[in-house]
């Protein structure tokens, strides 16, 4: 089944602990993003992937890393989580110009 | 700069009626492409249709149907005898072209209620 999975669903954290949010797709898209979603103000990019190795910032950057060591993962990293960053976190992606496949989303929560 | 504006924030609807979402966007490309997904309560976004600018002719599937205007820049998406299973968050979006097609625009959503 053509598909995007998120690892974990759902995490409570605290300030400052590292962590990873993983996406993986089975659909051999080049294109990977990660958005996130607060109240009243929709879906923000935070960074896309054009391919392997290839990534850029989206809207909303900052206090996120990213890589794109295969095709196929497109990770999402806190390094030093911060409050704000509490939201619903979604991986999406797609090929060429055609409509994108969103993950089940995580929610984050970090104390 | 791309720009999504859901200018109802919040529509409740009573079980059977019709229902008009509205989606008005901004861009400077001349091909791009319209999106509509659907957020249940679960949480999880749905793809309902992709439109692209160079197409206008209108689309129905099943209780639903999408309106697209060039002229005026809208995309509107109508529910027709709407049902309970209807109720949900409603996001249109844009996807230009060129440096613009790495990018995703939604609008802020509509938030749909259907009362039985």
């Known amino acids: 089944e053509a598909q995007v999975t998120q690892n974990p669903r759902y995490l409570i954290t605290v300030t400052g602990k590292k962590l990873t949010v993983t996406c993986s797709q089975n659909?051999?898209?080049?294109?990977m993003s990660w958005y996130r979603q607060d109240p009243g103000l929709g879906l923000r990019q935070i960074y896309y992937s054009m391919n392997v190795e290839v990534t850029d910032k989206g809207d909303v950057p900052e206090g996120y890393k990213v890589s794109r060591k295969e095709k196929r993962n497109f990770p999402l990293i806190l390094e030093s989580p911060s409050p704000n960053q509490t939201s619903l976190y979604f991986c999406?992606?797609?090929?060429?110009?055609?409509?994108?496949?969103f993950g089940p989303g995580t929610r984050l929560t970090v104390l | 700069a791309q720009k999504v504006t859901q200018a109802q924030t919040e529509i409740s609807v009573v079980e059977k009626e019709d229902v008009t979402l509205d989606c008005v966007y901004e861009?400077?490309?001349?091909?791009?492409?319209l999106f509509w997904y659907k957020q249940p309560p679960s949480g999880e976004l749905v793809f309902l249709i992709r439109r692209n600018s160079f197409d206008e002719q209108n689309e129905i599937s099943g209780r639903y149907s999408w309106n697209f205007q060039k002229s005026t820049s809208s995309f509107n998406f109508t529910i027709t005898a709407s049902q309970v299973v209807d109720s949900a968050v409603y996001f249109c979006?844009?996807?230009?072209?060129?440096?613009?097609?790495?990018?995703?625009?939604f609008g802020k959503g509509t938030k749909l209620s259907v009362i039985p």
């Open positions: 659909m051999n898209h080049e294109y």
């Open positions: 861009t400077r490309d001349t091909t791009y492409y």
């Open positions: 979006a844009l996807r230009g072209s060129g440096a613009g097609s790495y990018q995703l625009t």
């Open positions: 999406a992606s797609r090929y060429g110009q055609g409509s994108k496949f």
